[in-house]
Each structure stands twice: as structure tokens, then as C-alpha cells.
């Protein structure tokens, strides 16, 4: 048994090296005596008959439209996918480009997938800086925003309850969104390494689906120490008081 | 001589600043100048008599203006150049005082200048230059710029400001969409790679998008082949042999884009064989550092500025180097955009430092790179690496970011490099 995690459109969606999330699941497997391998996909033709997790990444605006169509053609494997349980992670515009679409400040608009609920629309300027989330499944998880559109339609279901950052803004006090397992956040770039129990979550999530058990390696706890002292750091930096049990 | 004052009271502000810092020549007299004087920057930039020419992009700017710098001068033209810390206007501003005389002129026929691509837009506004070439559209400091479409709209600002001509990467598409928008009457000249160098890089060329042709060398300068630190430049049917100051594709891209620029700037003085001459003896480089000489021993220091430069520089480091020093600072908020750089080849990192060693230890580790030891305070990581017996192959590495950069030097005792 072999984990088939895939990376999707790594050339055009990997802005802040969210697309690297697929090597934190890959290693984590790996230290966990599971093996493992990432698949780089960048058309339909591209994807494998049988997947453990999908990982979608945030690209530049110009190439949204470009990155939707190649998506639309892979549009009921993912559909799919989601459906069964497979977790998919989707970050920054490429959560956006799984919505129900994006909207522009001019009034035009781009349709999504629809394989998450709600929508991304035009805020007042952008937003950079760390963003920290409490969330029920994965813990506190800490990272970066940076992202020019707020995010409406995810109150029924959001990924959790911001303490630090604007998240999907308009005053919702809310980031992400999710459904099962399919999962969109502005939280960019490795947010799986800076966020080891979200890691292990999806892990075991992938572990469950193949009925084999999934427990960190050795390794891990060496590297989640790395983690925690990041994370530490950020909490710090964002103002937050840095609780050792989070 | 409407100049002359603030001149005075800038230069004594640069003399004040030498006595009280040996060696550190601040940005502080340009900034008073600037205050006082704000049309000088301006007006002296576009005083020299043979023109300004101005270099940006987001990699290899630095190395493409000490290339060029060296075939204009090895044409006999006098040049004003700026070190590359100095691209900012103040910064810009007090190079030129160090050459100016009290009446504010500065000696020399061409300007030949690395602007920022942030702040040059700002500074080349009012500004005309002759010749501006660009290098490549890379996303640089994802805080300050967000995304490729920003980096390129401030390029294009840039290249507005050419009189003449824009020399451009063909490679690059942002750049070749760039060509597109071109004032009429101004030329543009390109460089590029041939297809069996862009079949060669195993990463690609770095640049955020790649044109989906190669350069027909009758449109430019082709770089037709690289070997180890030696290229062979096509130029108008000639196969132009040269030496380059280190291994590397993007070391001969930037001599590609000196060689196109300087045919640019001088026109019919031009000599392909006076400007593969100076190329061929511009001193090496190690990474995009420099070796050093520190505690009778040697190190090699590799600066990183963004995530194209840093693939280049880790590719560079040779496999099997034994001892490396890595430290990532405060000037890099947000380390995301490095991870999609492969660092795997550096195999083991003896310590990890700086004040984003947590993130950094994060990043390599994920590669499958084996971290013996983080210490977050850089002084004694600093002492450490440098106490710890020599290697038995290889050169002591320190991979830095600026920041740790400039903590590494003031540590050590050194000058600022140019
Ligand atoms: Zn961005």
C-alpha cells in the first residue's frame, strides 16, 4: 500500500509554496512507516485512478481563469473524490477557484467549481500578516495571510473562529471553510509543517480510508519540535499569549 | 551652482558620518541632500553627457551591471556607477556625492545604474535615462510585492523612462508582453538562451513565466551554449567564445544581457571582442557571495534575496560540502515563498541560525536535509561554526539572508561588501 498524494497544477498554483504541503503529508507518511508518493499533476490526463489526498495552491490573478478551465476538466473526479471522503486541501486561490466562484471589483466574476460553499469577494485593500485559528478538528492552527478578497458563504461550516488576522473578513470572526474533508484556507504557504496536528489529522483521515492505522514516527517529534518553536515565535508576533498545551 | 549648498552640507554630513563610523558610509547625506535639494537626483542623473543607463529585474541585476560596467569601460568610456546596497534614492544620491565636487557634477560620460525594481519606479520618475535593460520578472518579497503582475508593472514604469532603447530577457514572457507596450521610436534589443541551454537547466530559468519560444538569433544575443564557467554568445552570425565569473546558466544569461546592453549603449564603438575580453576577466565569484578570509581559515558566503537566487546559490554549493551554516532573519517576514526551492543537495546543515531558525529548520528538514544543531543567537553560532575543526573537503559555508548578513559582518568585524 502506497499513499498517492497529488500535487495539482504545481506550475501555475504554487505562489508561496503551498503546493510543498503534498511533501509534508508524503514525509509524515513516510516517518510513520507508510509509503508515499506525490504526483504532480497539471491536466486530467495527469491523474492517478486511485488518490489518497489533493493539494491545491494559491496562484496570481492573471492565471485564475487559465487554472479554473484546466480544473473544470477534472471536475467529477474531484467531485467525486470530495464526496468519498478524500481530504483536499485548498489554499488561497485555488480554495477560491473550488467555490462557487470569484468575484471582481468591477463587477465581473469568475464561476467556480462548487465544490465548496460560498464565495470569494472584493475587500478594501489586501492583507498580510499572520493569522491564528482556533479550530475544533485540528487544533490552533498558526500561519500567513495574504490574500485581497474576503470570503462569504462559509458561516454554516468554517474551518474556525479567528484569534488573530482577518480571515474570510466582513466582520465574521471566521477563516475557511469546510465540508467532510475537502478544506479551503487563506492560510498560505507549508501550513501542514508549521501545523503538525492538522498534518496527522488528514493522515489519519487517509490512514482510516485505507483501514490501516496511522501513529507519527520518530522523526516527527523531532521536527514538530522545530514546529513548535515557529509557531511560538508567530503566536508571539501576533500577540497572543503562547499557551504550551495549544 | 544652485546645487552647491546642499552639496556642502551633504558631503560634510558623509565626512562627519566617516569620522564617527571608519569605513560606514551611510545613506543619511543623501537623505539630507534630498531634503534640501530634492530636484538634484533628478537633474544629475540625467546630466551625463553620454546618457543613463539603468538595470533592473528582480535576479541578476547586480552581476549584469558590474559586467556591463566592465565592457563599457573597457571601450574607454568613463563611467558613474552605484554599489548595489546603494539603489534607493538615498542611498543613490549619497554614491553620487561621493563623486561629485562641491559644485554638485559628478565625472563621467555614461551612468550606468542596478535600480531596485520597488524603488525604481519611485526614483526614475522625472528621470530620463538612453538605455534600460531588464532581467527577469521573479517574485521577490512576497510582502513588499504580492505577485509577478506587480514586479512587471513596476518594470514597465521603469522601462518608460528609456529614450532610446529597452533591452530585454526574450525568455521572460512578462518581459517580452513588456516589448509589446514600448513607446514608438524607442528600439527593442533582446537576449535569450538556445534551446539545448533551456534543455540543460534542470530547474528552468527561474523566471515566473517562460516565453514559448527560444530567441531567433537573428533578434539578439543568443546564449548558445554553457560550459562549466565558459559560454559561447551568438551574436549577428559570429560565435562570440567567453569566460564567466562563475558556473551557472544564469551567470551566462547575464552576460547575454551586458553584451546586448552594451551594443545598445555604444552603437557603432562597439566591439564584440573588447566586450568578451572584459567579461572573460571579470574576477569569480563564489555563489552570489564571495570567499572569505576569517580566523585563518576560508568561508564561503552565499547570499539569498529570493527564491530564484536561492535555488541557483544551493545548486551551486557542491554536493558533499560538510560544513554549512544556514540563517534565515527578520528581513524575511513570511519564509513561505522558499519552500518551493529544493535544498535537498546540502544533505546535512551542521547549525541552523538567525531569528527564523525555527522555520528555517522546518523548511530544510521537509527537503530531507539533517539538521545537527539550532541556535537561534547568531554571535555564538558564528563563533561555533568558526572554532569547529576544518572540514576535510570543502570550503566552511554560510548561507544567509541579508539581514543575517549584515549581523554575520558587524559579528566578525567586516566592512560592507559592494
Ligand atoms: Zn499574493
Redesign the interface.
Known sequence: MTFTIVSLLPGTQ???????NA??LE?RAEWAGIAARTVLVERAAELPAEIDAIVLGSG???SLVRSRDTLRTMHDELRRWGTEGVPILGIGTGWELLSWGIEHRDGSAIEGLGILPGRAVPRDG?V?GDAVVATARFGQLVG?E?H?RDYVGAEASPLGRLRAGEGNGRASGQEGVVMGSVIGTHL???VL??NPAFADALLRIMAERRGIAYEPGERAA??DG??A??RA?QLRAAGIEVDPAA | MRYAPAIAVGKLVRIAARLRKPGGGSAIPGLIVNRIAPGYLKRTLSGFPQGLVVVSGSSGKSTTTKMLVAILRAHDVSIFTNPSTANISQGLTSALLEQADWRGRVPGDVAVLEMDEGHGALVMQGVDARVVALTNVM?DQ??RF????MVAGMLARIAARAGEAVVLNADDAYLERLAARVAPGVAVHRFGVSAAVLAAAPRGLGNTETSERRLDPADGVVVERVDGASAVLLDDGVEHPTGLPARGIHYAVDAAAAYATARAVLGERFSADAAVAALSSIPPVFGRGERVRIRDQDVDFVLVQNPASYQLNIDAIPVGTEQILFAIGSDVR???????VDASSLDRVSIVSG?????A???L????VEIDR?ETDLGRALDDFLAAPAPARGVKTIVFTADSMRRTRAHLGLTEAE
Open positions: 504554487n505562489t508561496n509554496g503551498d503546493a510543498q511533501t509534508v514525509r496570481s490573478d492573471a489586501r498580510t500567513f495574504n485581497a498560505h504557504g507549508p509543517a508549521k523531532t521536527v522545530y514546529a518553536a515557529a515565535a | 517574485v512576497i510582502d504580492h505577485d509577478s503582475e513570511d519564509p513561505s515563498y522558499f519552500w518551493p531569528s527564523k531558525a525555527a522555520e529548520a522546518l523548511m528538514t521537509y527537503d530531507g539550532i
